[in-house]
């Protein structure tokens, strides 16, 4: 379940069948299952909130429906 703080979240079904979030955005091609999308634009710097929780900063600009991974996410300061 993504909380209201959440700005992340994990992919649970296989994005073959199912090519956009809950909110109707498209879901960036090639996200692997079990992997985490952006539910909603996060700034570059900004924090990426998981279950309430700041689990990291991105490193980049990243845009709904974008896989959140290593490439664009930094631990947290």
């Known amino acids: 379940m993504v909380g209201a703080q959440d700005n992340v979240a994990t992919l649970t079904d296989d994005r073959r069948a199912a090519t956009s979030l809950a909110g109707g955005g498209p879901v960036a091609p090639g996200v692997p299952y079990g992997h985490k999308v952006a539910i ?3 700034p570059a710097g900004g924090d990426v909130v998981k279950y309430g929780v700041v689990i990291g ?3 980049a600009d990243i845009a709904p429906g974008d896989h959140v991974h290593v490439h664009n996410v930094a631990e947290p300061a």
Do not use: D, K
């Open 40 to 42: 909603r634009a996060i």
């Open 57 to 59: 900063r991105a490193t």
